[in-house]
C-alpha cells in the first residue's frame, strides 16, 4: 500500500519453492502507527511544486518512470 507522500516505489519478484515473494521499497518510507495513508481532498488538490496531475489523477513528477 503506498502511501500519499510516496514519490517512489520499486519492487521485485522471485520464486520460492511452491509460491512468489514480492518484496517493495518505498520511498518516502511509511507505515506509521496512528497516521493516516491518503489526505482528504480532491484528486490532485494538494500536488507539491514541480508536479503536475496526469490522468489517472495522480500527482507526477515528468521524471516519472512507469513499465
Known sequence: MAWAT???VGCAV??????WSVVCHY???GNELNKHL???GSPCSNCPDGMFCNA???CR???SITQ
Open 27 to 29: 520511498t518516502p518510507g
Open 61 to 63: 513528477t515528468s521524471s
Open 38 to 40: 491518503y489526505m482528504k
Open 6 to 8: 510516496t514519490q517512489s
Open 56 to 58: 489517472q489523477k495522480l
Open 14 to 19: 522471485a520464486p520460492c519453492d511452491s509460491y
